[in-house]
């Protein structure tokens, strides 16, 4: 016989199974079962009254099996295992788009707290999947920002601050409102960068970093054509996309995590430079005597595709330089793989001397991915000399291992 004590489960057992078991209480507890399905959530303010614009404390109400509720309160998180993955499959529940932001609310809200360490991994997959602690008690509470209307406009802006005529600018981001600001540097990666270059159009991400790296200063004034900087917010701080997002094509809201209040100031806006590498460069290899090669065995050569950039030929610098990018540069000269690279070195100089001294180093930087065909970081700006210029040896099918793998 079963029946419920305090929304317990409790199993009658007779006593001579008992004595079998060596338990002589009388009767066996079982403890309920709690599935991720059976938790409600909402958003209250301080005072724990129920919020109607999407943000506040987060709340949580836990049922049992049979629809009994086993407790309510707030939903925290002690030892930093909360995540936008959580917060986003958490906004979903309540009936929101997505998750804009989240933080720790420290101040004593004396509402009881309910569950701790949320850890959700898969944004697609319900909250039965997420893992959880109960706590009856803490003052780290998690305060959350939901949002219905998620999607960003992206383009890039030159020094005047008119849209850019290259694939190279500030990269400046709209919200539904029409209002448009900076993006910030903090934990942008090339997952971020590559996702909205193809939100703008663009295959590939070539470069990414803060404006005062790049030493772009701002000219521009606030007319009707033009955009000053200084009077645009940091519209969004702490983007990162997921890798299996990138993988999947998806959108920088499908894919990305983003925050919309920001503590930094403009010299960390993002100057981002999309484009793929192989649609701007076309690569050969040359022996010692300057001869270009059949065999994909030389000093790496980059030259220029376009007509009117004939001039951009030289060496590689080593910066960076991979198996993937050796691969992904053999490919795109016919051959099947990457079988060694080196740099030329101290030791190599005087066998090579001659012919790099008729090129500048012209490439930098080059990381290309090795799931992404094609999907190469690079700069053009290289801080490199010619004992890091690269010498390469492609092969052939039968000469290749199996394609290696990578993660951003």
């Excluded at 970081?377 to 793998?405: M, N």
Aim: some cysteine.
């Amino acid at each position: 016989m079963i029946f419920s004590i305090r929304n317990h489960m409790v199993l009658l057992v007779p006593c001579f199974l008992l004595g079998l078991l060596g338990i002589s209480d009388g009767y066996i507890y079982v403890p309920p079962k709690y599935t991720g399905s059976d938790f409600t959530f909402w958003l209250v303010n301080n005072n724990g009254d129920l919020t109607s614009n999407g943000a506040g404390i987060l709340k949580a109400k836990l049922y049992a099996d049979d629809r009994t509720i086993v407790g309510t309160g707030t939903v925290c998180d002690t030892d930093n295992r909360f995540t936008d993955e959580a917060a986003r499959v958490i906004c979903m529940m309540i009936g929101y788009k997505c998750a804009e932001n989240w933080k720790l609310d420290t101040t004593n809200t004396n509402l009881p707290a309910l569950i701790d360490n949320v850890e959700c991994t898969n944004t697609s997959a319900p909250f039965r999947d997420c893992r959880y602690d109960r706590i009856d008690t803490c003052n780290r509470e998690i305060s959350l920002k939901c949002s219905s209307r998620c999607d960003y406009e992206f383009s890039l802006l030159d020094s005047e601050g008119t849209k850019s005529k290259s694939k190279s600018g500030l990269l400046v981001a709209s919200n539904y409102n029409g209002m448009r600001g900076t993006v910030c540097d903090d934990n942008f990666d090339k997952a971020a960068a590559l996702t909205i270059c193809r939100e703008m159009g663009h295959t590939c991400a070539a470069s990414w970093s803060s404006r005062n790296d790049m030493g772009f200063e701002q000219t521009f004034d606030s007319s009707e054509k033009k955009a000053s900087e200084q009077d645009m917010p940091i519209m969004l701080d702490d983007v990162t996309c997921s890798a299996k997002g990138v993988l999947q094509n998806e959108t920088f809201v499908e894919s990305c995590f983003w925050k919309t209040e920001s503590d930094c100031d403009h010299s960390e806006d993002i100057y981002l430079t999309c484009g793929c590498m192989l649609e701007e460069f076309k690569f050969s290899t040359v022996d010692k005597n300057n001869k270009a090669t059949t065999n994909g065995k030389g000093l790496l050569i980059v030259e220029s595709k376009s007509e009117s950039d004939t001039e951009l030929k030289g060496t590689v610098c080593d910066d960076l330089f991979d198996e993937s990018s050796a691969d992904t540069i053999c490919k795109s000269m016919g051959f099947a793989c990457s079988k060694s690279f080196k740099s030329v070195g101290e030791r190599r100089s005087a066998a090579w001397g001659d012919v790099q001294r008729k090129y500048p180093v012209v490439l930098a930087e080059v990381d290309c991915h090795a799931q992404i065909q094609g999907q190469c970081s690079f700069s053009t700006d290289p801080i490199c000399d010619h004992s890091e210029d690269i010498l390469i040896k492609c092969g052939t099918e039968d000469q290749c291992p199996e394609t290696p793998t990578e993660s951003f």
